[in-house]
């Protein structure tokens, strides 16, 4: 697409559709309601979901077997290049994270990646580091340290 062929810039607020103004208009009479029926008559709403007395897919699915879903653990991911937003020597934690607006607060918990190239030397805090970004924080001079979170600790006690 070439931008100086670009015509239309699109309208910012599209005019709302005024029903029941006239046969003229093309949504008088009925008011594009159709005739009689559930969703002609006044306080009509249907719930989400609903497929027009159709067997809804959610009853349709079947639902057998293991979903991990509710166990499942859930971490806040960030890059090693992110921090060096950071000055040099920092500690560097989730909330030090979330405070500057590096990351939005997803799960409680802090993984760092190793995608980019860390400048800096800084301490970081976090429950998981992956390989690559764990050397690279040591390359640049740093240090990781290693968080438990609360499931690795029920898993020791019991191993225990």
């Known amino acids: ?10 309208v910012k607020h599209l005019q709302r559709k005024r029903v029941g103004r006239g046969i003229g208009s093309g949504l008088g009479k009925t008011s594009a309601r159709g005739h009689k029926g559930w969703g002609a008559r006044s306080g009509t709403s249907r719930r989400p979901g ?20 509710r166990f499942r653990v859930d971490y806040t991911v960030v890059n090693v290049e992110t921090l060096n937003a950071f000055e040099d020597g ?19 918990l802090l993984k760092i990646l190793g995608s980019g190239e860390l400048k ?10 992956s390989a690559t970004a764990k050397e690279k924080i040591e390359k640049a001079g740093g240090t990781v ?16």
């Not at 697409?1 to 699109?10: E, I, S």
């Not at 349709?60 to 879903?69: D, I, L, M, W």
């Not at 800096?120 to 580091?129: I, P």
Request: include cysteine.
């Open 120 to 129: 800096k030397r800084l301490t970081v805090h976090a429950e998981k580091f």
């Open 90 to 108: 920092a500690t560097v934690n989730f909330e030090a994270i979330v405070s500057r607006a590096l990351a939005s607060k997803d799960a409680p």
């Open 145 to 160: 340290v290693v968080l438990a979170t609360v499931g690795e600790n029920c898993a020791s006690e019991g191993q225990a």
């Open 50 to 69: 609903y497929e027009g007395g159709q067997m809804p897919i959610y009853r349709r699915v079947p639902k057998r077997g293991f979903t991990n879903a």
């Open 1 to 10: 697409m070439n931008l100086k062929t670009v015509q239309d810039k699109g």
